[in-house]
């Protein structure tokens, strides 16, 4: 374990940034080209991370959890399925996958033990139909730490609802996204067209949306989860009871 996840979850904030510092600069050139575009924009993708039997098993237990359980909470519901997943061996399965190729980048970015919490392990579907969401950020205080890795169970196309960030807009809270010319510039954002069993590693403080699915017959499943401090003002986390509090980053990475 590296010396910043051994630090007191009572450290400074300063101190943990100037730690997440000092490891970048020890870096290999490789990973720090990869790490890089993480802190800068505040999110990341990769392809081909889940083959597509494991997308087509996952999408099978998301539908499952349809037919079990309410939607939760989620901007402009109409036409949109937000329900928490059950921990199944495929689901653990892809999770797992995915976590070891983010891992580096987690260990700087959740770099004290107490930002590490597994709290959300859910899904989202947008169907034809649904509006475009409203800009928001799913958390607005500057020092704290919450992240979300989402894998893409079908391809994303322009019209099915694509996930939109502004790139870098996590490192300016105090400013609006709705009024100030920066968030405005179109060359900031980003529209998340991507293929199936891709994913997006995404900073909580990143201003998003997902976009109108305008399709005849396209949908958007995403299987999620979300890594943290558990105590945060604002987020609604979307998780099943009996996991909530329960798992953090590294009973997955094992």
Same mark, same amino acid.
């Given at each position: 374990?590296?010396?910043?996840?051994?630090?007191?979850?009572?450290?400074?904030?300063?101190?943990?940034?100037?730690?997440?510092?000092?490891?970048?600069?020890?870096?290999?050139?490789?990973?720090?080209?990869?790490?890089?575009?993480? +802190?800068?924009? $505040?999110?990341?993708?990769?392809?081909?991370?889940?083959?597509?039997?494991?997308?087509?098993?996952?999408?099978?237990?998301?539908?499952?959890?349809?037919?079990?359980?309410?939607?939760? /909470?989620?901007?402009?519901?109409? +036409?949109?399925?937000?329900?928490?997943?059950?921990?199944?061996?495929?689901?653990?399965?892809?999770?797992?996958?995915?976590?070891?190729?983010?891992?580096?980048?987690?260990?700087? +970015?959740?770099?004290?033990?107490?930002?590490?919490?597994?709290?959300?392990?859910?899904?989202?579907?947008?169907?034809?139909?649904? *509006?475009?969401?409203?800009?928001?950020?799913?958390?607005?205080?500057?020092?704290? =730490?919450?992240?979300?890795? +989402?894998?893409?169970?079908?391809?994303?196309?322009?019209?099915?609802?694509?996930?939109?960030?502004?790139?870098?807009?996590?490192?300016?809270?105090?400013?609006?996204?709705?009024?100030?010319? =920066?968030?405005?510039?179109?060359?900031? /954002?980003?529209?998340?067209?991507?293929? *199936? $069993?891709?994913?997006?590693?995404?900073?909580?403080?990143?201003?998003?949306? $997902?976009?109108?699915?305008?399709?005849?017959?396209?949908? =958007?499943?995403?299987?999620?989860?979300?890594?943290?401090?558990?105590?945060?003002?604002?987020?609604?986390?979307?998780?099943?009871?009996?996991?909530?509090?329960?798992? *953090?980053?590294?009973?997955?990475?094992?």
């Amino acid at each position: 374990m590296n010396n910043s996840s051994q630090m007191s979850s009572h450290s400074s904030s300063e101190d943990s940034f100037q730690t997440i510092q000092e490891c970048r600069q020890k870096e290999p050139n490789e990973e720090r080209a990869r790490c890089d575009p993480f +802190f800068s924009e $505040g999110f990341i993708t990769e392809q081909s991370m889940i083959s597509e039997s494991d997308c087509e098993a996952v999408f099978n237990e998301m539908k499952s959890c349809w037919a079990n359980s309410k939607s939760d /909470y989620i901007h402009c519901p109409k +036409f949109r399925f937000h329900v928490p997943m059950v921990m199944t061996e495929i689901n653990i399965k892809v999770m797992k996958s995915v976590l070891s190729s983010y891992k580096s980048i987690l260990d700087k +970015f959740l770099a004290e033990e107490h930002m590490q919490w597994l709290v959300e392990f859910s899904s989202i579907c947008t169907f034809p139909g649904a *509006k475009g969401q409203q800009l928001h950020r799913d958390m607005s205080i500057q020092d704290r =730490r919450l992240v979300t890795i +989402f894998i893409n169970l079908l391809d994303v196309g322009e019209k099915s609802g694509p996930l939109l960030v502004i790139a870098g807009s996590q490192k300016n809270i105090s400013e609006s996204h709705k009024s100030s010319p =920066r968030f405005l510039a179109s060359e900031d /954002y980003r529209v998340m067209t991507l293929p *199936k $069993g891709s994913s997006v590693l995404m900073d909580s403080r990143v201003v998003h949306s $997902g976009t109108a699915n305008t399709s005849h017959d396209c949908m =958007r499943p995403v299987f999620y989860f979300s890594f943290g401090e558990k105590d945060i003002s604002g987020p609604t986390y979307s998780i099943r009871s009996e996991y909530s509090g329960k798992y *953090k980053l590294n009973d997955f990475c094992n």
